[in-house]
């Protein structure tokens, strides 16, 4: 079974019954997505599947040969970070982080999808599936907006991170 | 225990024989509900039937013209509830729009009907058919009649005739990922007559038809009047989500107000809108 993840190939040694959250974590040590619940409800293990998010946590290996997933290690590096990051970012969309992967994936394909601006009701359906217990939510909904109006605040300073890349 | 055989048919002929009589066998439509009792180790099948490749996805409409009214809708047992939201009149698009995003797009139609899932009550009231396989082969039920002994049953596909117009009504708590606590769907089919159907009555309890609104409906009785007949219909029952008690309560309520949105025959309006709690 073969997957392309972040555009790379790698061929699972996981059986068909086994989760996309366990290739991604267990076989590629890939942690950006978080396996909160593992059933569904949290939105913490979202990834994009042919650029659809999608529970990596429902997602079974056998349904997924071939597919392309893109987890949140490929949306941007700290030193490029991409616009949704720098958005959630700047708006202080962040606390925990535990949800963040899930919410940049979802909001990043919800920008795609709509090819422009969205409106504030779209993101709350949009990311309706996806919990955060420290932000309100409030920072997180300003932020996608803003990232889809290409609205930058520019008032942060650029970060400087380290970059460790996780050896799979 | 042994790993589980897993079939991943290609064909609807090797998803089929792969169910054969449905004994021992897990069927995985989108997963959404078998995966997280495969992850946790509450469930340990001896069998794995996967349908995502057994083309039974598709979506058919008979009706091209446009009219409202009339013709028929044939939806794949593994087309996505988001698929389904899509193309499907009310109340069935209401009813598919489930919370949220991401399970939409991978929930099956065929797997909402095993689990007495929110379409169930939309289905009811619209008159659909449901094919399926299983021991005796072929068969094409009632969904009414479905949904009460399901088991032993691979759905193939649901028949679902394009009703004038229909409402579909929910209490539930918004993207909360529970059943609802009652759902109600009304469609004034083609022929003009109004059905009336309500489900989430307990937990995984079938959706079930409102013959005593229906008549009442049908003799001239107002929406309020009618509805108000539901309770002679149902039998609710205590569950986490809500009592038995406060159900009775408000289920007419629901259903007065989606008969009152049910636009007169004819009328092409739909409306569906979300009760908050």
Known sequence: MNLIVNGRVHTTAAGPLMTLLYVLREELGLTGAKAGCQHGSCGACTVLVDGEPRRSCLALVGTLDGASIT????????????????????????????????????????????????????????????YCRCTGY??????????????????????????RPVEP | MPDPEVVMASSLAEAVAAFGDGSGVTVIGGGTVVTPLLTHGALWPKAVLMLQGAGLAGITDSMVDGTVGGGTLEIGAAA??????????????????????????????????????????????????????????????????????????????VEVPRPRAGVFVQQ??????????????VARRADGGVHVAVGSLAERAPAVACPSVEHALAGGAGPREAAAKVVDD????????????????????????????????????????????
């Open chain 1, 71 to 130: 987890t949140v290690e490929a949306l941007g590096e700290p030193s490029h970070l991409s616009d949704v990051q720098v958005a959630f970012n700047e708006h202080y969309a962040a606390q925990c982080g535990f949800c963040t992967p899930g919410m940049l994936l979802a909001a990043t394909a919800l920008i795609k999808r709509k090819g422009g601006p969205v409106e504030r009701d779209e993101v709350v359906e949009a990311l309706g599936g996806h």
């Open chain 1, 138 to 163: 409030v920072k997180i909904l300003d932020a996608v907006v803003a990232a889809s109006r290409g609205e930058r605040l520019g008032h942060m300073a650029p970060l400087t991170l380290e970059v």
């Open chain 2, 80 to 157: 996505t509830l988001a698929a389904v939201a899509d193309v499907a009149p009310e109340p069935l698009a209401s009813a598919a729009r489930i919370p949220d995003y991401e399970i939409r797009g991978q929930a099956t139609l065929g797997g909402n009907l095993m689990i007495g899932g929110d379409l169930q009550t939309a289905l009811v009231a619209m008159g659909a058919r449901v094919r399926s396989a299983g021991a005796g082969g072929e068969r094409v039920d009632p969904v009414a009649e479905f949904i009460a002994a399901p088991s032993g049953r691979l759905v193939l596909s």
């Open chain 2, 172 to 185: 539930r708590r918004r993207h909360s990922h529970t059943h609802p606590v009652l759902t109600v769907a």
């Open chain 2, 234 to 277: 149902v039998l609710p029952e205590d569950d986490p989500l809500a009592s038995a008690w406060y159900r009775r309560r408000v289920l007419p309520v629901l259903v007065a107000r989606a008969l009152e949105q049910l636009e007169p025959a004819g009328g092409g309006h739909m409306n569906s809108p979300e009760v908050g709690t």
